[in-house]
């Protein structure tokens, strides 16, 4: 990936590419910033599944510790709240993943009742196979067989003789929509093992005909023009090649991969960062929607 382009080159050459990576851009985005907020916003509070056996839509967020799962949760809820919110309790630190259980998050909708989309919150995977989520549990909450609260063992994975283990899944238990969450600050350097995965478990979605995206989380972190104003996402020459080359790692179509900016620091939520969350929200109903329809 960019490590390739620094490998012959001297110190001062790799400051000055650094320099002109992380703050060119395009005279035009290469894909229009979102703004009808409001269209957004009217569109996932009147959402309701058109499979009339489903009551609400189920995604599942997976990808490697740190990456801003939880965070992405929470910004979501900030933004249909219209405030900042903190149910899904995130970790300042990096280190390994904070989350230990699968949670599912219902979203309040003013004056009452819930959003008809729900959010599952699971343990990040790790390079090291004893430690993070194990792939093959993550595999079983795709179908629905893991239990609500079930804490993860990164050396033993689920088996039908535990507890968590929940034989005989409804449709509203299964996951509809699968958003691989990985962070634009050290994607560059995500280890092959990680890698390797999410690879595995997007197969195992493709296998059962589950729609798959990606949101590329803390773009301010990896690119200063970011940094200093969330609209030039789409015009970052060196966003877009983090998009491009996480594509073809992953396989995930470019125009199924969001750039957004969770709220970390903020104390008030900003037009332009819910721009982004909500358009990768609208996606990811769209998508679990079609998939609901046809079953």
Same mark, same amino acid.
């Given at each position: 990936? =960019?490590?390739?382009?620094?490998?012959?080159? /001297?110190?001062?050459?790799?400051?000055?590419?650094?320099?002109?990576? &992380?703050?060119?851009?395009?005279?035009?985005?290469?894909?229009?910033?979102?703004?009808? $907020?409001?269209? $957004?916003?009217?569109?996932?509070?009147?959402?309701?599944? !058109?499979?009339?056996?489903?009551?609400?839509?189920?995604?599942?967020?997976?990808?490697?510790? #740190?990456?801003?799962?939880?965070?992405?949760?929470? /910004?979501?809820? /900030?933004? %249909?709240?219209?405030?900042?919110?903190?149910?899904?309790?995130?970790?300042?630190?990096?280190?390994?993943?904070?989350?230990?259980?699968?949670? *599912?998050?219902?979203?309040?909708?003013?004056?009452?009742?819930?959003?008809?989309?729900?959010?599952?919150?699971?343990? #990040?995977?790790? !390079?090291?196979?004893?430690?993070?989520?194990?792939?093959?549990?993550?595999?079983?909450?795709?179908?629905?067989?893991?239990?609500?609260?079930?804490?993860?063992?990164?050396?033993?994975?689920?088996?039908?003789?535990?507890?968590?283990?929940?034989? +005989?899944?409804?449709?509203?238990? @299964?996951?509809?929509?699968?958003? +691989?969450?990985?962070?634009?600050?050290? %994607?560059?350097?995500?280890?092959?093992?990680?890698?390797? @995965?999410?690879?595995?478990?997007? !197969?195992?979605? /493709?296998?059962?005909?589950?729609?798959?995206?990606?949101?590329? *989380? @803390?773009?301010?972190?990896?690119?200063? @023009?970011?940094?200093?104003?969330?609209?030039?996402?789409?015009?970052?020459?060196?966003?877009?090649?983090?998009?491009?080359?996480?594509?073809?790692?992953?396989?995930?179509?470019?125009?199924?991969?969001?750039?957004?900016?969770?709220?970390?620091?903020?104390?008030?939520?900003?037009?332009?960062?819910?721009?982004?969350?909500?358009?990768?929200?609208?996606?990811?109903?769209? &998508?679990?929607?079609?998939?609901?329809?046809? =079953?």
């Amino acid at each position: 990936m =960019l490590v390739k382009l620094f490998r012959n080159a /001297s110190l001062p050459q790799c400051l000055s590419m650094c320099v002109l990576l &992380f703050s060119a851009l395009f005279s035009q985005p290469w894909r229009a910033m979102p703004k009808d $907020n409001q269209e $957004n916003l009217d569109f996932a509070k009147s959402y309701q599944p !058109r499979n009339k056996e489903a009551q609400h839509l189920r995604i599942l967020l997976n990808g490697p510790a #740190g990456a801003g799962k939880s965070s992405f949760i929470n /910004s979501v809820d /900030s933004v %249909l709240q219209r405030k900042i919110t903190g149910r899904a309790l995130t970790d300042a630190t990096f280190g390994s993943s904070f989350t230990r259980r699968y949670t *599912t998050y219902k979203l309040c909708k003013d004056p009452v009742g819930f959003y008809s989309f729900v959010f599952n919150d699971i343990m #990040g995977l790790e !390079r090291l196979s004893n430690n993070g989520v194990h792939v093959e549990d993550v595999k079983l909450a795709l179908r629905g067989h893991v239990k609500e609260h079930y804490e993860f063992r990164p050396e033993h994975p689920l088996t039908e003789s535990d507890l968590g283990y929940n034989p +005989s899944p409804t449709l509203d238990e @299964k996951v509809q929509v699968l958003v +691989s969450v990985v962070p634009a600050d050290t %994607l560059p350097v995500l280890s092959d093992e990680i890698k390797n @995965k999410m690879k595995d478990i997007r !197969r195992t979605a /493709s296998d059962m005909g589950i729609p798959q995206l990606a949101v590329i *989380t @803390k773009v301010d972190k990896a690119c200063r @023009k970011a940094r200093q104003d969330v609209k030039n996402v789409y015009r970052s020459k060196y966003l877009k090649r983090l998009v491009d080359e996480f594509s073809a790692e992953l396989g995930i179509p470019v125009n199924c991969i969001f750039l957004v900016k969770n709220y970390e620091s903020e104390i008030k939520t900003n037009d332009d960062t819910d721009a982004l969350i909500l358009c990768a929200l609208r996606q990811m109903i769209s &998508f679990g929607d079609d998939f609901l329809r046809n =079953l």
